[in-house]
């Protein structure tokens, strides 16, 4: 079993609602994780599984209303994040956990420079004078690997490509050298070159800094490149969660299977989008009562149909939520 005093976070039993005009959105239903100081956490799921809105209810940063965090435990480097105050959620956001959103377009501000979107969180976080701040700006975007950075910190972000924009997202995100990082498919819009570029930029970077960092990718390929242990979200639950090579060598869950199946061979291209398995994905307006995977998986029985499946540990790397793993393939139940 693991050891919580050893996780720079944890949480456990997590539920995000959206209460809409057309009634309640069970986005995120009971997640658990956790994460370990310097390791990579993969999070892998198709569209609307719930990816980025668990990630967002860890800081907040969903709008409330119409989204209600209903429940859950989330611990912070020893802190209570659900009851600690604004002031310091600020304080964290940004500063101890850098966060690098789904769209650059929408997070970085067009109307300020990108040299004035790094000096502000220093000061804020960091408490560094003006000249400090602009400074230590030019030595991050020179971390991240952008030509003739100092120069650069009076341009806007529509003057850099789109590759270099995620750069500038990602050295916003380790301005304030957080403990663990959360990248929301930071690569998906980029082309190939690019990607493998930023890759290798966040593999050099977390070992030069020994940061954490949360990694969701439509990409498998991705995962099984940079990560250590890997969740699969479905339905706003983790269905399996493993090691990296345990889930690529023994994935048990059908939801996991039909994605691995999927994956090209070695030499194909590679799919910037999480390839679709057939069926419909579920609907999220009620929270789970049976397995939301089994009006799609070839292998359901009346069990499947009548409760939803827990998490159980197939070995200490490894656990999955299914009731044909948990059986050892009998459908008897
Ligand atoms: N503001 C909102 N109001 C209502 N429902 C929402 C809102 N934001 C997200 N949702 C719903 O929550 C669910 C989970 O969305 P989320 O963005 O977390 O998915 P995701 O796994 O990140 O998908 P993607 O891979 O497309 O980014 C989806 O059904 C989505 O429609
Ligand atoms: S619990 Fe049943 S329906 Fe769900 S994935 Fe397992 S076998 Fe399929
Ligand atoms: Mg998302």
Redesign the pocket.
Known sequence: MRDHSATVLDVANLKTVFNTRDGEVHAVNGVSFYLKPGELLGIVGESGSGKSVTMMSLLKLLPMPPAEIREGQIEFDGRDLRNVSDDDLRRIRGGEIGFVFQDPMTSLNPVFTVGFQLVEPLRLHMGLSKAEARKRAAELLELVGIPDAASRLKDYPHQFSGGMRQRVMIAIALACDPKVLIADEPTTALDVTIQAQILELVKELRQKLGMAIIWITHDLGVIAEIADRVAVMYAGQI?EHAEVKELFANPQ???TRALLETLPRMGEARAARLPSIDGQPPNLDHAPTH????PR?????T???KEN?KRFEVNPAHDV?????QSGGS?DA
């Open positions: 269905v869950h059908p939801y397995c939301e995977f089994a998986c070839k292998h359901a029985f069990r499947c149909r499946p939520a299914c009731f044909l793993a459908t």
